[in-house]
Nanobody
Framework: VQLQASGGGLVHTGGSLRLSCAASRNIFTFNDMGWYRQAPGSEREPVATIASIGSTNYADSVKGRFSISRDSAKNTVYLQMNSLKPEDTAVYYC?????????WGQGTLVTVSS
């Protein structure tokens, strides 16, 4: 399984970015997919997940600002990030979970300047 993440960059506070995660296989074969992030000096934390049945979960810190979605035709999961804050600065990782297995994409850096 390969996950290709893209879409990171530098934005100002209040700006928006959309991250993409393209999977090498049908995304509905995974139990769920999601985005995690890791800020310097911090542990990796979940940001948003979407289950194969379509249910979503968000970290409290991003509720109302971030939205996870998917395009089955493209085997791609997206993370729309609005109203970005400096504390959103981190490396964002795409994740796919299949039973007890976790697959990770390479990280994409999001930097929010104040």
């Amino acid at each position: 399984v390969q996950l290709q993440a893209s879409g990171g960059g530098l934005v100002h506070t209040g700006g928006s970015l959309r991250l993409s995660c393209a999977a090498s296989r049908n995304i509905f074969t995974f139990n769920d997919m999601g985005w995690y992030r890791q800020a310097p000096g911090s542990e990796r934390e979940p940001v948003a997940t979407i289950a194969s049945i379509g249910s979503t979960n968000y970290a409290d810190s991003v509720k109302g600002r971030f939205s996870i979605s998917r395009d089955s035709a493209k085997n791609t999961v997206y993370l729309q990030m609005n109203s970005l804050k400096p504390e959103d600065t981190a490396v964002y990782y795409c994740n796919a979970r299949l039973s007890l297995l976790d697959f990770w994409g390479q990280g994409t850096l999001v930097t929010v300047s104040s």
